[in-house]
């Protein structure tokens, strides 16, 4: 993702008090968020995805192609590349050069109620960036250590011996009692309590 | 959108866990991770077996082909080219096809036979015993045949029997070389 030039923010309104506390809030949130427990993630989780395992849809291979689009080409018109943009800025937030950090503290001075500078544009985007970080933490932090997830594959390596005509029921009677050993390992594992 | 801005948010910010374009289900290190979808699958499969098993012992052919034809026609995964999906369909439809030529439905057995084949082209146990299967159903036709008087028709469904019979013995016995190799 490359950087984009710093706004001008000569024209930015100012915000009022709630609105204010809001938007710190949310910054201190993505700057620097609070641990999230794995079950909660696992609630959210549950509560965004219908079924997480689930092949993309149409329609989400053609967005996923539109965000990266937007990502690849600096275009702020999508929303989730904004998003993305925004959540780098409050993760790492590019040092303030003099002239600006000038203009602001100016700005600040003429109106002391007004302390927060708007440097997302909108509060809501701010918030939102908060609302992904807290999301991603946790991934982020096991991407060194994903948990092994048992596969879908061939049910071969359950039998050993012939096939005899009238077992069929037998046979998926094991092979269902294996594979739901090995979704609830999946579950346990995908919410961190293996 | 199925699952909204905060699936899209999601994805964004897990990084793309999901590549748009890859195929879970063809994945050659195995499939996607088991899911519930599957096992849904897999447990429905179960059920329906389970009461065909019930049917059977009443002699009820019509009931224990319905149960069985819910499994085949039934609701599948998202991935329906999991090996597990295509093996226990395959299965049934084997189950299906030894039951009806025990009822001398043999058209409707064989056709049985060669949907399950389709969906097991690797060299297993599930394609072996569908070549058994085949062979049974063959088998039953000459003798059915032969109690009709039709004799030469019956020596060609032995012939096909006895192939059948054949090939369902080379597969099992590579994947018993498979299994254990050099005994």
Known sequence: MTSSPPPDDSAEPWLDTDTETALAEAL???????????A???????????????????????????????????DDAHAGAALARALAAAARPAPLSEPRARRVAERAVRSRTNVVFVAFGAAALAAAA?????????????????????????TAELFHERFEPGQ??????????????????NQYALWGVR | MRRGACALLLALALGGCRKAASDPCADAEGGAPVGPALLAFLSRSRAAH????????????KGTEVELDAVIHGPKPACPSAAEV?????????????????????????????????????????????????????????????????????????????????EAMRIQ???????????
């Open chain 2, 86 to 166: 295509r093996e226990v369909l395959a299965d049934t439809h084997a189950r299906l096809g030894d039951l009806q030529s025990r009822h001398g439905d043999f058209a409707a057995a064989l056709a049985n036979v060669e949907q399950g084949l389709a969906l097991v082209p690797e060299q297993g146990y599930f394609r072996g015993h569908l070549f058994e299967i085949r062979g049974l159903v063959e088998e039953r036709q000459s003798k059915a045949l032969a109690g009709r008087g039709d004799i030469a028709g019956a020596v060609s469904a032995e012939e096909r029997a006895l192939a059948a019979f054949q």
């Open chain 1, 168 to 185: 069929a029921t037998a046979r998926i009677d094991r092979i269902v009692s294996l594979r739901e050993r090995e979704l609830r390992d």
């Open chain 1, 40 to 74: 909660r993630h696992a609630q959210i989780l549950a509560a965004a995805l219908e079924d997480p395992f689930a092949a993309p849809t149409q329609e989400e291979v053609r967005e996923s192609e539109r965000l990266r689009h937007a990502l690849e080409s600096d």
């Open chain 2, 173 to 183: 016995s590579e994947v018993i070389e498979k299994a254990a190799p050099g005994r």
């Open chain 2, 50 to 61: 389970h009461r065909a098993d019930a049917f059977e012992e009443r002699n009820d052919l």
């Open chain 1, 130 to 154: 908060a609302f992904a970080l807290f999301l991603a933490r946790p991934t982020l932090e096991a991407q060194g250590d994903r948990p092994a997830l048992a596969r879908s594959r061939s």
């Open chain 1, 28 to 38: 201190r949130a993505a700057f620097a968020p609070a641990e999230l427990l794995p």
